[in-house]
């Protein structure tokens, strides 16, 4: 196995003291502005599995263990969660806060994020909350509020260079998967459709929820059509409605996540942006 350590501020001192924990030694394999370090022939025990993610947790520190010969070139298909994932909001927060009820919905979505709520209640439950906002709150979200998440941008740059195909799937709205679809240059994009009826929305989605088992139908139905298996695609997320598409994945991704959805996945970025991914299947 190879072993990744990444990092945005780690001391290379605090990188030593951990591979040595491990009994590996690290060699620095930092590039493009990403710090990081890789230990080859690495075999660990459960007990240092433990030391070491306790380790790198103290020290800011990302780490991922991984077969050797897992490269970014054996994968066909990205697919990425938005909210909280490809972008640093949830859309919907914001939505309600064009109505005063930014805690009230940021509340259920967390709870349904952690795996709490069940996801097509949680999602009813938001949007009945915003019935009568103008639907000009949805264009101020995304002027306004919506960022990338840290290390997107490159992240894709390299995606796209190696040949892989892109997928946006949300349980959030097409208003803004459409919008980041075209201005990425994504491939393909799924979500939740708002209704809206003389520019004010109604408080309902447009035909089905894009819950946990459509966003794996989605993944499953792309691959299909690129004629690829699913354990060719690396699949992103950050919340419990995340985890049925990622536990077909040949790579699961946890950004910045739920600790149900990082205790799960392939591996976790904690600290380090979005890009990487790229370090660890350099």
């Known amino acids: 196995m190879k072993l990744t350590l990444q990092s945005l501020n780690a001391e290379h001192a605090a990188i030593e003291r951990i591979s040595t924990l491990i009994g590996a030694s690290a060699t620095d394999i930092s590039d493009a502005g990403r710090h ?8 660990l025990s459960d007990a240092q599995k433990a030391q070491l993610d306790a380790a790198c947790l103290g020290a800011g520190v990302d780490y991922a263990l991984q077969p050797s010969n897992r490269r970014l070139s054996g994968f066909k298909l990205l697919a990425m969660d938005m909210d909280s994932t490809l972008i640093t909001i949830e859309c919907i927060d914001e939505i309600a806060d064009m109505q005063g009820l930014k805690a009230q919905v940021a509340a259920i979505t967390e709870a349904a994020m952690r795996g ?3 996801f097509n209640e949680s ?7 915003l019935k009568g906002l103008h639907a000009s709150a ?14 997107a941008e490159p992240m894709l740059a390299a995606i796209k ?3 892989i195909k892109t997928l946006l799937v949300s349980g959030g709205f097409t208003f803004f998967t459409d919008r980041m679809k075209a201005k990425l240059g994504l491939d393909y994009a799924h979500s939740n459709v708002l209704e809206i009826v003389d520019d004010k929305l109604t408080g309902k989605v447009v035909g089905g929820i894009v819950n946990a088992d459509e966003k794996r139908n989605t993944v499953e139905r792309v691959c299909t059509e690129l004629g690829i298996a699913p354990c060719q695609a690396i699949v992103m997320g950050d919340g419990a409605n995340d985890l049925n598409m990622m536990k077909i994945a040949g790579l699961s991704v946890a950004f910045r996540a739920k600790p149900v959805v990082r205790a799960q996945a392939s591996v976790a970025l904690n600290f380090v942006g979005l890009d990487g991914i790229l370090s660890i299947l350099a």
């Open 36 to 43: 990081a370090w890789r230990c080859d022939n690495v075999t």
């Open 116 to 118: 709490e709520l069940e």
């Open 123 to 129: 999602l009813t439950q938001r949007v009945a909350l």
């Open 138 to 151: 949805l264009q101020r979200v995304y002027d306004e509020r919506l960022q990338l998440s840290p290390g």
């Open 161 to 163: 260079a190696a040949g």
